[in-house]
């Protein structure tokens, strides 16, 4: 099974900063790499598939990297409505695996 | 409009079993491969299970495999998970999601999940 390692566990920052989420996998899921943002009591929405394809209507603030085993997400410019958990998941093998999230927070 | 509605969460005893069920709309249900994710409380997400558009490929987690059975009724439009023997570990808020493409393996609607509560 492919283990996803999300770093850091939290993030507090500020609106306006800019915000680096990290997700390593235990081995290389090429680029299929998806990212979503959940927030409380609602389901997960979908940011980022194969490692950098915003999905239509995703804000542009929004950006994606990586390949193999590393991946970022990007923030450019946090706005009230992206503090959330964010969670990366990998689809180059069965079982299909989620990271454990990164929550980011208003410091 | 795209809506996934869960139904069939309750509470149930260890060694239970449960059917959950997932209504669509608003897509051609039989053109999309569909999945299970659940959600523990407090926890992050899990994938559970994996069925394509005929039903005839499926996968599931090693935590599922054995006691849960995913299906589609692609004239009904849909989805199914029939879960048996369960224990307290599948807690858990149980979300039926739709693959953004055939070969895309990336969630782009959900449902507002359903909650299964194993507990004696």
């Known amino acids: 099974e492919i283990v996803l390692t999300q770093s850091p566990g939290t993030l507090s920052l500020s609106p306006g900063e800019r915000a680096t989420l990290s997700c390593r996998a235990s081995?290389?899921?090429?680029?299929?790499l998806t990212w979503y943002q959940q927030k409380p009591g609602q389901a997960p929405r979908l940011l980022i598939y194969?490692?950098?394809n915003r999905v239509t209507g995703i804000p542009a603030r929004f950006g994606g990297s990586g390949s193999g085993t590393d991946f970022t997400l990007t923030i450019s410019s946090l706005e009230p409505e992206d503090f959330a958990v964010y969670y990366c998941q990998q689809r180059s093998d069965w079982p299909l695996t989620f990271g454990g999230g990164t929550k980011v927070e208003i410091k | 409009e795209v809506q996934l509605v869960e139904s069939g969460g309750d509470l149930v005893q260890p060694g239970g079993s449960l059917r959950l069920s997932c209504a669509v709309s608003g897509f051609t249900f039989s053109s999309y491969n569909m999945n299970w994710v659940r959600q523990a409380p407090g926890k992050g997400l899990e994938w559970v299970s994996f069925i394509n558009t005929g039903g005839d490929f499926i996968r599931y987690a090693d935590s599922v495999k054995g006691r849960f059975t995913i299906s589609r009724d692609n004239a009904k439009d849909s989805l199914y998970l029939q879960m048996n023997s369960l224990s307290d570990e599948d807690t858990a808020v149980y979300y039926c999601?739709?693959?953004?493409?055939?070969?895309?393996?990336?969630?782009?609607?959900w449902g507002q999940g359903t909650l299964v509560t194993v507990s004696s």
């Open positions: 999601a739709r693959d953004l493409t055939t070969v895309t393996r990336a969630y782009d609607y």
């Open positions: 081995q290389s899921v090429s680029s299929y």
């Open positions: 194969d490692a950098s």
